[in-house]
């Protein structure tokens, strides 16, 4: 996906969770779970500011 440009939705879709050791990523977790944004205070859909 390109970098966000002005005015552009960005729609939450998951939440990941890495779990990182010293010797890189050991575990990663994706919650599918559109209501978790809201719980963790976060919006569903971000527009990117106007330049």
Known sequence: MPPPTDGML???HTIDVLTVT?????RI????????????GLPAVHETARG
């Open 29 to 40: 977790e994706v919650f599918d779970d559109r209501s978790l944004f809201s719980a963790f």
């Open 10 to 12: 960005l729609r939450a």
């Open 22 to 26: 010293k010797s890189g990523f050991e």
